[in-house]
């Protein structure tokens, strides 16, 4: 088993790395990086034989792709939804930066030919979950970008969450055979979490990630006073992807669903 949290730094030119297909975390068999840019910067992208979505975290960008150009912004993570420009393999991009801006990078091995699409909050609302369960101290907002059924010509699910102050995701313990990396932020720079992987934990911190092995447990929490955010990007197995009720529950606390609090 290869390693299952990271706590990766930007370098110079503004990259950080987090998986890759052949360095610690190659179980997750995706590349996947995020980039700061400053105001003026331009980053090409072009992947042989990998399918690329483009996710913007922070900043105003302005995207190039084909003969489109679209120029869009979000203030944060917290405050307005995604952006994602999804292309198949082979395809030239450009992102420029028009003000200081941070985006997310995920790519996977895909020969599949398909349209490019960018995605807008729109396409990808924020829905609440697990409202008034377990003590309401597991409600967070979910939005899906890309899953099979949006996209079934993907091998990967690009999807965020946030996290209410104090509160659980991923709860009740699950586990699915496909494995899954989630990137943290958080609202303040001392915001903390703690994510569980099988039976390891980690403290969860602003630009950190884990790394999930098919079939492990992974539940997170965030400290109170604190909201997180978390990306979570899943590879769909040949045969077997991904599905929104792929999602096993550990049988140990199924009964939790009944219990009154």
């Not at 998986?19 to 997750?28: A, L, Q, V, W």
């Not at 709860?171 to 989630?182: G, I």
């Given at each position: 088993m290869?390693?299952?949290?990271?706590?990766?730094e930007f370098d110079a030119t503004g990259e950080e790395i987090l998986?890759?297909?052949?360095?610690?975390?190659?179980?997750?068999l995706m590349d996947v990086r995020v980039y700061r840019m400053k105001a003026g910067d331009e980053r090409k992208f072009c992947r042989a034989g990998e399918e690329t979505a483009i996710l913007l975290l922070s900043g105003k960008i302005t995207y190039k792709w084909n003969d489109n150009a679209e120029t869009v912004g979000r203030e944060s993570v917290f405050t307005e939804g995604p952006y994602a420009l999804h292309v198949c393999a082979d395809s030239d991009v450009a992102v420029k930066a028009e003000e200081d801006s941070e985006i997310l990078v995920q790519c996977t091995y895909n020969d599949e030919v398909f349209d490019a699409k960018l995605y807008v909050p729109e396409d990808a609302p924020w829905g609440y979950s697990c409202v008034g369960k377990f003590g309401n101290v597991a409600k967070r907002r979910v939005n899906t970008i890309i899953d099979k059924e949006i996209a079934p010509y993907s091998n990967m699910v690009l999807g965020e969450v946030l996290n209410d102050r104090g509160n659980w995701s991923g709860?009740?313990?699950?586990?699915?055979?496909?494995?899954?990396?989630?990137y943290f932020k958080f609202d303040r720079p001392e915001g903390f979490g703690a994510s569980f992987v099988g039976d390891e934990v980690f403290k969860s911190v602003d630009n950190s990630f884990s790394a999930i092995p098919g079939g492990a447990l992974h539940p997170q929490s965030v400290a109170p006073g604190f909201q997180m955010y978390t990306c979570w990007m899943i590879r769909h197995l040949d045969g077997d992807p991904w599905l929104q009720t792929t999602r096993n529950e550990d049988e140990k606390y199924i009964w939790l669903h009944e219990a009154e609090f």
């Open positions: 290869g390693k299952l949290f990271g706590y990766p998986c890759t297909y052949d360095n610690d975390y190659s179980e997750m709860y009740l313990p699950h586990r699915h055979p496909q494995p899954e990396c989630y």
